[in-house]
């Protein structure tokens, strides 16, 4: 069959055709004819009515074209030109895909930065298709990238999910406890945030901890954390085989730490280590040291009040907070290695009038006045806790929301590729009988 240039005024669309085009699909269809050019002719009569090919038309009107490529199909009688108009459409609807197959050469288009729009799949079906977020650590595992990465590399943590909540279950059952240090009374506006228990304060993830390791930074690379409290973040360090540096300006905090390192870390382990001081002086109190990576949750200003010494940032109020919180994160900047990535977890906090600081908004402008890019965020959808308890009366009171999530905000010193390369390799080690053996003796 011969293909002939005809001018688009010259073709006569179907009156009777059934099927449908909207403005988006017609859209698809021209973004596809300018991005791999008029591949698919338009099968007409010997009249030049339109047998297939209404939304390309359509398309290449929309794109301008003066002519598009045209097949005459003079063979078919009036009945089979009819049935033909149907049929084409039908037919294409009546095949599947591997979705398998599908996913994979889909994952090679993005790696190469191929917009995958392109190829016209809604959002619905992409949703389906790519659903990640099944649960890694439970029986079965949903999708190629949460096996690749421990869980989905989306801007969305879900730690209500029955796989997160199970590898944290595994954290917990080797005997972390934060809780331990914290001999005072802390003050906190919402205790149900992170919580690991209720024996005291906040317990931070360690489930987020593990993925920011791996993510972030390399094997056997070295992890500093200005604001340590408690020994969560040191013991899954030593788990993934890191070292770490954390501070605290409380010594009785860092010996507890000390006791359960001693207890949970295994002798081939990397042995967390602890300073105790100011932050502000960080330099000093860690050494002449290069870190590959900063991993750390700051207080959040006076929402927590971790003791009752003067120079605790905790105790001051927000100007005086912001001004030593930028002078560490400056100091930390100096001992980062370059091409080195910096995770910080926070949250928002009021004042005492209930209106927001914009505390997330200060220390992204502190990292990029210290000379940090500003390279990712991503949110941590906590469990919900004892909220449902005070969320209704807060919301009809003030109309204050409840608060189930924090805020991740990665950095980079340098440039963000190279330090992808020096990070190496993810490698999520999972060892579902160990973690099972920990969990049931935990129980």
Known sequence: ???????????????????????????????????????????????????????????????????????????????????????????????????????????????????????????????????????????????????????SPFTVFNARDGGWQKRKQYWLGMGIKSELGRDIDITVASKSINRGNDEGGSVFDPVLCEIGYEWFSPKGGLILDPFAGGSVRGIVAAKCGRQYIGNDLRAEQIEANRDQASQICIDDEIMPAWTTGDSCNIKSLVGNVKADAIFSCPPYADLEVYSDVPEDISNMGYSEFISAYRKIIFECFGLLADNSFAVWVVGEVRDKRGNYLNFIGDTVQAFKDAGFHYYNEAILVTPVGSLPLRAGRAMKASRKLGKTHQNILVFVKGDGKQAAQRCGDIEININNSEMSNVIEGAA
Not at 18 to 23: E, K
Not at 87 to 93: F, I, P, Y
Not at 121 to 149: H, R
Request: proline share 2%; charged share 25%.
């Open 1 to 151: 069959m011969q293909v002939e240039q005809l001018k688009v005024g010259d073709l006569i669309p179907y009156v009777n055709n059934s099927r449908t085009h909207s403005d988006e699909q017609v859209m698809q269809v021209a973004s596809s004819i300018k991005e791999f050019g008029f591949t698919n002719p338009i099968l007409i009569d010997d009249d030049g009515g339109i047998i297939a090919g209404h939304g390309r038309l359509m398309a290449a009107k929309k794109l301008g074209l003066d002519e598009v490529p045209c097949i005459r199909l003079g063979h078919l009688s009036e009945a089979q030109r009819k049935a033909y108009v149907i049929a084409d459409n039908q037919l294409a609807l009546n095949s599947g895909w591997d979705v398998d197959v599908l996913k994979i050469e889909m994952e090679r288009l993005g790696e190469l930065d191929f917009d995958i729009e392109l190829l016209g799949f809604d959002d619905s079906f992409m949703n389906d298709l790519f659903d990640d977020d099944g649960e890694l650590y439970a029986d079965g595992i949903k999708g190629q990238m949460a096996s690749d990465f421990g869980f």
